[in-house]
């Protein structure tokens, strides 16, 4: 246990000093400053990005470089990417209409016989059937296409059977990617760019993905970090035991959230929704938490991690069930609460099966960054801590509790 302490002492040391040294230093060097923290930062944004500099007509203006390494990068000679490369890319469209509702992220046109679809997922969970249709899509579009599935996770059944992606692999037609390979292809950039204002934008963007989709510490820390370990003869030990304590310590922090909101939605008449997977110490997808105004609602206040340990948090109008299949979505419902919550001023929103309107925009909506991912970052454990978070969600529900105040609207709910 002295070990331990020591570690942490060590640490809390060196974090001190490093902090110290970045407020001495922020008017030169501005370290905690990134473009992205004033632009707009959810799936759509980060799609616009990545779609920009794809585009060899692009403000950007170097040409077809971002997008000959793109597709160097990530599709294979041997397969029909070839045309791809040998013909002019005509379009590239932001969240092309596809199947209906549904929107394909990133659209590439390479001309009559060629598409290249990107569905981008930092943070939402799969729609059913999503990619299923988008594949089914591209195929109508074009006689050759390529699907990328853009996720730190692994595509789900839920979304495209493991039959028909396997398929679709082996034809050179789907190809999974992390964001982590997307860094790759970014640094590429950056490095082959030959305008400043450009490679400092790219470098912002890749720093924005390693901290808020990837969760990574900012090197500086973890370098701080690992030296604290490494000067101890048992730190590694320590460390681990550390480590091994963390989800012990945020299953605390989780459970006083859980009381801190419950109290403060009693007082307003409201109650609360707490996913039982919240209760583990092991978080897998969709755990999550809510807000019902009266008990009996088939809809309410949703917040959920979209991916495992806390990461991924979307908020938006959810259904009870999460079960709930296409053949049983009322159609008009889901389309009166997406016109109401569009009207208001929570930003754009989607919809999914079980959400009538949802959001990645959380951290703008509350007010704390880094709210979407748990798993590495301080503020939603501090938030927690102080009481603030709840008091947050509480002023959330109150302003959407707002949108339901004439009878019709609320009866939406029910």
């Known amino acids: ?119 981008n997922k930092p943070w939402a969970g799969d729609q059913e059937d999503q990619l299923k249709d988008y594949a089914e899509h591209l195929k109508n579009e074009k006689d050759k296409f390529i699907l990328l599935f853009l996720c730190n996770r692994e595509p789900s059944e839920f979304s495209i059977p493991r039959e028909t992606k396997d398929i679709l692999e082996k034809d050179g037609r789907f190809r999974h990617l992390n964001y982590g390979q997307v860094i790759k292809w970014l640094q590429e950039c950056a490095y082959k760019s030959r305008a400043l204002p450009v490679r400092i934008f790219i470098e912002h963007l890749i720093k924005f993905i390693q901290t808020n989709i990837n969760g990574e510490l900012d090197m500086s820390e973890e370098d701080e970090v690992c030296a604290a370990i490494l000067k101890l003869d048992g730190g590694l030990v320590s460390a681990l035991k550390i480590y091994k304590a963390l989800p012990k310590a945020k299953k605390f922090f989780l459970n006083e959230f859980n009381n801190d909101l419950e109290a403060k939605l009693n007082e307003r008449g409201f109650h609360l929704v707490w996913d039982t997977a919240l209760e583990s110490d092991r978080w897998g997808c969709y755990a999550g938490f809510g807000v019902k105004f009266q008990k009996e609602q088939k809809l309410y206040l949703r917040f959920e991690f ?10 938006g109008i959810a259904h009870e069930d999460a079960g709930i299949t296409k053949d049983q979505v009322q159609e008009e419902r889901w ?80």
């Open 1 to 119: 246990m002295q070990e331990i302490n020591k570690l942490l002492g060590d640490v809390a040391f060196r974090l001190g000093t490093l902090n110290q040294a970045k407020s001495r230093f922020s008017a030169q060097l501005a370290p905690d400053f990134n473009l992205f923290d004033y632009m707009r930062s959810d799936e759509m944004g980060l799609s616009k990005c990545i779609a920009s500099l794809l585009d060899p007509k692009g403000k950007h203006g170097q040409g077809k470089v971002f997008l000959e390494v793109f597709l160097d990068t990530f599709l294979n000679p041997e397969d029909i990417s070839d045309w791809a490369k040998a013909q002019e890319l005509r379009e590239v469209v932001v969240e092309k209409q596809a199947n209906g509702q549904r929107r394909i992220d990133i659209y590439l046109d390479f001309g009559k016989n060629g598409c290249l679809g990107i569905e």
């Open 306 to 315: 979209n991916s495992a340990n806390l990461q991924g948090m979307i908020w």
């Open 335 to 414: 389309k009166g609460i997406g016109r109401l919550f569009d009207e208001r001023e929570f930003g754009r929103g989607k919809e999914s099966i079980r959400y009538p309107w949802f959001s990645e925009n959380i951290e703008d909506i509350l007010g704390i960054r880094d709210a979407r991912n748990w798993e590495s970052n301080v503020t939603p454990w501090s938030e927690i801590k102080s009481g603030t978070l709840a008091e947050k969600v509480c002023k959330l529900a109150d302003d959407v509790r707002g949108v339901f105040d004439k009878k019709e609207h609320m009866d939406l709910l029910f």
